[in-house]
């Protein structure tokens, strides 16, 4: 498991692991999940597209994951969002379908770009990764207050000068990123529940932002170390363990809100 072939995979994973958390606690509070299931789609074709080119995939996954956010604004202003993303989203499938059945490499490929592939993290692929990670981090960090206003009071950010169209385009981007580093390790279908499951399950036990979020990295890490680790035993897709412990992660975290809540006494105040 910890053999040297698996040292890229570890290194990519904690990195892959940390973004998401950081990224998709906003994702949460800002009811973004669906934009999330739809960008790792766009960058479904992208990665298609640069496999058909023969030319290194995050070319492909960048490109396409850009076009995808400016289409998301596009579409966005010209109807609800939710439409918007829907619309994206089944552009984007028929593009990937299409680019996937002009390759004779389609199983395997369809396999790796859906549902990851735990060795297919080469040192070219790496460098990219932690390049991505690493802005993405410094970035979250920078915008993390105002970007946590506009969220949470968004009317309250309006007058203090925070620009709502510059903080969601800012949010789309990094969500994109995080999504094209991702790709190669999670897969398409299952990168969003990265992004989703562990920050949901930190915010269904605190609603301290600081303490959430840390609680979002501890679970998102959790999650892609024991993936890994269990899909180098059996040999199964590392997203099916990413999609279960992120579903299951919420659930053990509803439950226990749910029973600390009805644990809580009951003061009754009688009247005099």
């Known amino acids: 498991m910890f053999s040297s072939f698996m040292i890229n995979t570890w290194i990519a994973g904690t990195a892959i692991a940390l973004v998401a958390a950081l990224v998709g606690y906003f994702v949460v509070i800002r009811h973004s999940a669906f934009a999330a299931h739809a960008l790792p789609l766009g960058a479904f074709p992208g990665a298609a597209a640069a496999n058909l080119l023969g030319v290194n995939p995050f070319v492909g996954l960048l490109v396409f994951v850009g076009m995808g956010v400016l289409l998301l604004r596009q579409l966005a202003r010209i109807g609800r969002r939710d439409v918007g993303t829907g619309l994206l989203l089944v552009l984007f499938l028929g593009v990937g379908a299409l680019f996937l059945s002009m390759t004779s490499e389609y199983a395997p490929e369809v396999f790796s770009l859906l549902f990851g592939e735990m060795l297919g993290v080469s040192d070219a692929d790496l460098w990219p990764i932690m390049v991505i990670s690493a802005l993405v981090t410094v970035v979250m960090i920078t915008i993390f207050r105002p970007l946590l206003l506009d969220s949470s009071f968004p009317d309250l950010a309006a007058l203090q000068g925070i620009s709502a169209a510059r903080m969601d385009l800012i949010f789309l981007s990094l969500l994109a990123l995080v999504t094209a580093s991702a790709l190669p390790v999670v897969g398409a279908f299952l990168v969003f529940t990265l992004l989703v499951g562990p920050p ?73």
């Open 200 to 272: 949901a399950a930190a915010q269904s036990l605190s609603i301290h932002p600081l303490r959430s979020l840390l609680l979002a990295v501890i679970f998102a890490e959790s999650s892609i170390w024991s993936a890994i680790a269990l899909s180098y035993w059996t040999n199964w897709p590392i997203g099916f363990f990413v999609g279960m412990l992120g579903a299951g992660l919420f659930a053990l975290a509803r439950s226990y809100r749910h029973w600390s809540q009805r644990q809580r006494p009951v003061v009754q105040v009688s009247g005099l």
